[in-house]
Structure formats: C-alpha cells, structure tokens
C-alpha cells in the first residue's frame, strides 16, 4: 500500500471541528488549483474563479479544483475580526430522518456574514475564502459525504491598521440536511495563496487537524488489515517543519539541533525532548508543538504495532 508522506486536504471533503484553547498550535495553508494536470498556486480570485499563473498567462479555476494544504510558513501581517455576525435563512426539503438528501429548485441557503476587519501590516492582494457547512458536519468523527461550500471575495490591498467591514454573502445548495441544523461560516485569509494569520488561527487549526487525525485513523485502520502477521518499519503519514513566527525566529536567531520524539503503537507522537540549552522559549513551545503533530503509521511485529522513538534534526 503505498502511504502519502504530506496529507494534502481535498476541500470536497470535511470533518468535525474541535474548540479548544490552541494558541500554542498554528497550521498555515497554502492554496492550490490544478490546472491541465499540473498543481500549481492560487494568487487571487476574481468572482467565483481562483486566479493562478501557467506559462505567464491567467488561467481561471474553479473551487472544485482546489486544495487546502499545509505549509511551512504565513504571509507577512495579522488580521483581526471583531463583532462578527452571521444570519441565514434556509427553505429546503423536510422529512422524519434525522438526515436527507436535499433535492429540488426549493433547497437553497443562504447566507450573510458581517465582521469588522483589521489589519496588521500592509498587506498586498487579499482574498477571503469563506467555509459554509452545517453545523452538525462539526460534531462528525468521521468524513462526511457533505461538500464544503466555498465562496470567494476579492479584498484588494489594505495598509497597517486599515479597518474595513467585511461583507461576505453565500448562496447554495447544500448536499445533506440534518434537521434542526444551522449552518456556520469560517473565513481564512490569503495572499498570493499563502494563509495570513488572524485570530481565528486558533479555530482554524482545530478544524484542520481534526481532519488529518480523522483520515490518519481510517488510514491505520487500513493499515493494520492489510498488514496481518506482517513485520515491518514505521512510515511518515504527516511531516512537515514546524512553523516558527518572524518575530520568535529573530529573537532565536539560527537553530541547528535535534529532537527525540516519543511515538505511541497509533502512530501519534506523545513526547517531544528538546535540547532546551540557549533556546528561546516562546521558540521551543512552536517546535513542541509543531513536532506534536507529526503523525506514523506504527512499525508492526507479525502484524501488532509497536511504540518507537525517533530522532529529528531541526535546522533553521
């Protein structure tokens, strides 16, 4: 069977979402389009189309062909979001079920969503993509056959300390419905395809994550079946370099070491041992937390996984 070494997240897909205090934890994305087969970044969006470069020229996609993917790093500057509200109105096809197929010219949501948007940093080409899913989609440990439903909004250039409404409308029709449901919205910024952080950062990681474990475990559930009496080493599922912000990398300055992590027989890591000596702490929390993330599928012996430790060097 072959194993992704990086989960690259398929927007037509969703989990639930866990709330929590996260702040320690960051997950910046990136966006991609595919374009003639070949992958390539999203810079901008005009309408419903996401904007990219092939061969110099502007080629449109639409968010069907896109991907949410994490990255190693954020655009430059912060976006915060004040005073956020969202109202929406839904006619659509009833039934006993506790969940149904919607169907029929009637099965339309809609949305409006109007926050107070701040930034830090001047920030060139902004773009808002907006998440607007049920709400019981959130409570789901498994992936869902509901798609995400995304909407695009063009928010030009903003200087340091700009403050703007943000005004984001959203009109579909949503593949299941529970009854009783609501809907939510959850908007992540970009720029030149590259996430900016916010403070909904914290939510956004949560919902991401989320995702990556949902798949991990069905991934290693796969894994175990097909491997029975097997005896082999443990694979990379999730790696990527922990996210260090500018001003902690500054402080830090250069860092050229190693960590020892600590892998449970699920492949997820549960201890992380830094060498602590002339690092900055605020650096050695993102590191942890980063290396927290990592995910295995666990070394097996005559098909019954193994704890194992591993060593990790760390170069910025």
């Given at each position: 069977m072959k194993i992704p070494a990086l989960f690259c997240i398929c927007l037509i897909l969703f989990p639930g979402l866990l709330l929590g205090d996260?702040?320690?934890r960051v997950f910046p994305t990136a966006v991609y389009g595919t374009y003639k087969k070949e992958k390539i970044p999203v810079f901008g969006v005009e309408g419903q189309y996401a904007l990219s470069k092939q061969k110099g020229k502007t080629v449109k996609l639409l968010p069907k062909h896109l991907?949410?993917?994490?990255?190693?790093y954020y655009n430059p500057g912060f976006v915060e979001i004040t005073n956020a509200d969202f109202e929406s109105s839904y006619e659509g096809v009833y039934s006993l079920d506790s969940t149904i197929a919607i169907s029929g010219t009637k099965s339309t949501f809609e949305g409006h969503y109007k926050a107070r948007m701040k930034v830090e940093g001047s920030i060139e080409n902004i773009y808002v993509i907006a998440y607007c899913l049920p709400s019981s989609a959130l409570q789901m440990d498994e992936l869902s056959a509901?798609?995400?439903n995304l909407t695009f909004k063009n928010l030009g250039s903003l200087k340091n300390q700009d403050e703007v409404d943000l005004i984001i409308d959203v009109n579909f029709m949503?593949?299941?419905f529970a009854v009783g449901d609501e809907f939510v919205?959850?908007?992540i910024f970009y720029s030149n395809g590259y996430e900016i952080r916010s403070n909904l950062s914290s939510e956004i990681y949560s919902y991401f994550r989320k995702q990556e474990e949902i798949y991990h475990s069905q991934l290693l559930a796969e894994y175990l079946r097909n491997n029975t009496g097997n005896t082999l080493k443990h694979t990379p599922f999730i790696r990527f370099l922990p996210y260090l912000p500018p001003a902690v990398f500054k402080r830090q300055g250069s860092i050229d070491t190693a960590a020892v992590l600590t892998i449970d027989k699920?492949?997820?890591?549960?201890?992380v041992d830094l060498d602590l000596e002339d690092m900055d702490p605020e650096a050695a929390t993102c590191l942890t937390g980063g290396l927290k993330d990592w995910l295995f599928l666990p070394p097996l012996k005559e098909g019954t996984?193994?704890?194992?430790?591993?060593?990790?060097?760390?170069?910025?």
């Open positions: 996260q702040s320690a991907t949410i993917e994490r990255s190693d509901e798609r995400i949503p593949d299941f919205l959850i908007p699920s492949g997820k890591v549960r201890k996984p193994h704890p194992f430790r591993i060593k990790v060097p760390l170069k910025y």
